[in-house]
């Protein structure tokens, strides 16, 4: 794939990118797929794949009581906690502002972790990065920024996004469309969505503007994009997922290359839908 090719121009140290489709072919990558990067918040994906394994297993519940009075897993998973960015004030009313959270993810991880009796890291490798067979990927941090992985790995996570093996796919599709619909909020580093729209820890695109996935991504894309200059995204109307890592710190840059990469992915590859 030509577009790809784009990321020379990104002046980052190491970059690296892959198209997968929906059956899990990869159709372009370029770069260097086992190099281990950063993720930053594209931890939080897999930290809430992590969640719904949970809740499928019985672990825990979407609505049992979780992190400030009144909230739930379920709020916090959708960044409607209340919490605070990067602390553990309460800022809102649990339901009433769409608050991004990261703490929120670390009340979360705490809270799978009572409940799995094994520490969260070894229970996100073993729900997982194990099953499907991300052999780098590791939670060296927060459990909402801490994780790093390769390129590699995220095929495997862009694959099951799109043909489910470890939750049901009722699970994923609720977890991907919007919940707690109609509340506003900012979208770090692209700023005041009204509304700002998010599902289980994945954030749907909806009609945000702007936004960093393509002008031309279907509103129903979700994903998650961090501050080590990373971002995932699967559309399923163009039935196809998007992987891009770097180690350049998220900035204006990204804001101004990532949108056309991302649309001149879709135009390279229209002619498959």
């Known amino acids: 794939m030509n577009s790809l090719s784009m990321i020379d121009t990104w002046s980052a140290e190491h970059a690296a990118v892959a198209v997968v489709d929906a059956d899990g072919t990869v159709l372009g990558s370029y770069g260097p797929l086992d190099h281990v990067f950063p993720l930053a918040s594209v931890t939080k994906p897999l930290v809430a794949y992590a969640a719904l394994i949970a809740v499928e297993e019985g672990a825990v519940e979407l609505d049992q009581a979780a992190g400030p009075e009144g909230a739930t897993i ?47 890291p070894q229970y996100l490798a073993e729900a997982v990065f194990e ?73 749907i695109r909806s009609a945000k503007c702007p936004h960093w996935t393509g002008d031309h991504n279907s509103p129903r894309t979700y994903g998650h994009f961090g501050a080590a200059g990373t971002f995932l995204w699967v559309d399923p109307e163009a039935r196809l997922a998007a992987v891009a890592l770097t180690d350049r710190p998220f900035d204006q840059w990204a804001t101004e290359v990532w949108p056309p990469f991302n649309d001149a992915i879709l135009a390279e590859t229209s002619d498959r839908r």
């Open 74 to 120: 379920r709020h916090l998973l959708a960044h409607t906690s209340g919490l605070a960015f990067d602390d553990h004030r309460t800022v809102a009313a649990p339901g009433t502002r769409r608050v991004y959270s990261s703490a929120g993810f670390e009340v979360l991880a705490a809270a799978i972790q009572d409940a799995a009796g094994i520490a969260f």
């Open 131 to 203: 099953p499907l067979k991300m052999g780098t990927a590791r939670l060296v941090g927060p459990a909402g920024s801490g994780a790093e992985a390769s390129c590699a790995d995220l095929i495997h996570f862009a694959t099951e996004l799109q043909a489910p093996t470890l939750v049901a796919a009722e699970t994923l599709a609720e977890a991907t469309s919007v919940v707690f619909p109609g509340l506003d909020g900012v979208l770090p580093g692209f700023g005041n969505q009204r509304p700002n729209d998010w599902g289980l820890g994945f954030e």
